[in-house]
């Protein structure tokens, strides 16, 4: 089960930001390419105001074909005059039988301009870690990684530059506070992606403090400096509360079945 291991390992890095991003970068290669048009011109945020007054915690649920396999817990708060965005993620009991995984994370936002100023990803499965520490230079234009992989006491480190963007949590907060029509970049580990976000409208959700018009977007995502002929984008659709744009629900078709994250809005029993 190694591989489901490794796969599932990365959507609990991606529930994150495609409820800003996140799993479509993993799953996109498993997932019908849909053609999104020309894409929009790349653009970074600035002067937004986010939806809601930090703190604020919030749980998901995700998982595959309805089986809830895993528990997301994100926290953002203010730390002097940036905003920290901290979360871990971890499989259920349920399927530990088959695969267990943990992951944690931590950002420093910029609380102005919404921008990334530095972040670490760090992921644990059997005897095996893996962490990525960011610094986002975004004067030079450019995002620092540090890959470390640690596994049965051998260390292997390495170092790469990459184009700056935005990371993962900060994806998920710029969703919330710019909504649609928005294309911009976003790194996730060595990776830079071009995320896109359509209005769809709205259409009647229910929620445990009844039912809210929600805001259905078209989230579209295409991996960047990949060869020509592979330019469509993967997409996936996102449901966000109408007042606070929190988003409700994430569902993202492939070939392989149907994935998909939830918002719990009350802690979940284990």
Not at 132 to 140: E, G, H, I, L, V
Not at 161 to 187: E, H, K, Q, Y
């Amino acid at each position: 089960m190694a591989w489901l291991r490794r796969r599932w390992g990365r959507l609990a890095v991606l529930v994150l930001a495609a409820s800003g991003v996140l799993w479509l970068a993993w799953s996109r290669r498993r997932m019908a390419s849909v053609d999104f048009g020309p894409g929009l011109p790349e653009t970074f945020l600035s002067g937004l105001s986010l939806p809601f007054d930090p703190p604020e915690e919030l749980v998901y649920v995700f998982g595959w074909n309805d089986l809830a396999a895993a528990r997301l817990e994100l926290t953002t708060r203010r730390e002097g005059g940036d905003l920290l965005v901290e979360y871990t993620v971890r499989s259920l009991p349920i399927v530990q039988s088959l695969w267990t995984m943990e992951a944690s994370g931590r950002t420093r936002i910029d609380s102005t301009g919404l921008r990334p100023l530095d972040s670490v990803f760090e992921s644990r499965s059997g005897d095996r870690t893996t962490s990525y520490a960011t610094s986002f230079d975004w004067s030079a234009g450019r995002a620092t990684v540090v890959k470390r992989k640690v596994r049965k006491g051998r260390t292997r480190e390495k170092t790469r530059a990459i184009g700056v963007g935005l990371d993962a949590a900060c994806a998920f907060l710029a969703l919330r506070a710019a909504g649609p029509g928005r294309s911009v970049r976003v790194v996730q580990g060595e990776d830079a992606y071009q995320v896109t976000v359509v209005d769809e409208g709205r259409r009647p959700m229910e929620t445990s403090a009844g039912t809210v018009e929600a805001l259905q977007l078209a989230v579209g995502v295409r991996k960047l400096e990949e060869a020509a002929g592979a330019a469509d984008f993967s997409s996936a659709r996102v449901w966000l509360h109408p007042e606070t744009r929190v988003p409700l629900r994430l569902e993202a078709q492939a070939a392989i079945g149907s994935f998909y994250a939830q918002w719990a809005e009350a802690p979940a029993t284990e």
